[in-house]
């Protein structure tokens, strides 16, 4: 079988109960069990954090067919949920934890809805890491990295990476940018601090020319049908208007500098900061 790129599911919360504004942000548990049954059937295993080395930095395309559950924030609901759900048929994950927040509720205004749903703790998250789950970076405070100063960058990428690596003993060199938002001096900063990989909310699947710095990601929420989930694996993309569009973006925007030109003299350009 040849290999057709590796889709990479955004998650964040696995909750039961959103509310209007948390639509966006969660998936229900029998949706989500729904999914990785599906996956599973299909013949998807998790790709390896090796494998996906191996793909960015060699070209080196994996055997079969893989995916890449990702999650960000850190929900006490991956802990319940996510890792009974994802283990029972042999998958792993991705984690992207916002340091800041660890043990407590979100704690941020637009994020306030989650409090039923706290933050895993560094208990919690150690079991996830001994399951073979990846913990990574989300940033310190989840702040928007482009609107903060030289000096808040570099700590939000630098604390993160050192509060997981001090916990855990593993090594934290990948990020996901809060909001999905990122310009020229958020990559600097990250490239200073020993990241190799940085990933973004735009549609699309990983291939060996993906740009390690902006690795594309489905994000898959209560909206989503199985239907729309199926569409969204196979192909990487909502809808062909979608990937239309996201190919000329990842284009243009190849060139950090370029993209960060763009949002600036052309805010209505169409295509949105990612
Ligand atoms: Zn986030």
């Not at 990020?175 to 900063?189: C, E, M, S, T, W």
């Amino acid at each position: 079988m040849s290999f057709s790129g590796i889709p990479v599911l955004n998650y964040h919360a696995i909750d039961d109960q959103p509310l209007a504004q948390t639509r966006n942000v969660s998936v229900s548990l029998s949706a989500f069990k729904e999914q990785a049954a599906w996956l599973h059937s299909e013949g998807y295993t998790s790709v390896t954090v090796q494998e996906l080395r191996d793909l960015l930095l060699k070209k080196k395309k994996p055997q079969g067919k893989h995916v890449l559950f990702t999650f960000d924030d850190g929900y006490h609901s991956l802990y319940t949920h996510g890792l009974k759900v994802l283990s029972e048929y042999g998958f792993t994950a991705t984690l992207f934890l916002s340091t800041a927040y660890i043990g407590h509720a979100y704690g941020l205004k637009d994020f306030a809805f989650v409090n039923h749903d706290r933050q895993l703790s560094w208990e919690e998250i150690s079991t996830l890491s001994a399951n073979g789950w990846s913990i990574q970076s989300h940033g310190n405070n989840h702040v928007k990295m482009t609107i903060i100063d030289l000096k808040a960058l570099a700590e939000e990428v630098r604390i993160s990476k050192a509060l997981i690596e001090q916990n855990l003993g593993t090594l934290v060199d990948e990020f996901a940018f809060p909001y999905g938002i990122y310009n020229k001096n958020v990559l600097d900063q990250l490239k200073l601090a020993g990241y190799k990989f940085a990933y973004s909310v735009h549609s699309g699947k990983l291939y060996p020319s993906s740009n390690p710095y902006r690795l594309p990601r489905i994000e898959i929420n209560n909206m989503d049908t199985m239907d729309t989930f199926k569409t969204k694996v196979l192909t990487g993309y909502i809808s062909p208007q979608n990937a239309r569009r996201s190919k000329i973006r990842d284009i243009i925007y190849a060139n950090a500098s370029v993209k960060d030109m763009i949002e600036k003299w052309t805010p209505k350009f169409g295509f949105g900061n990612h």
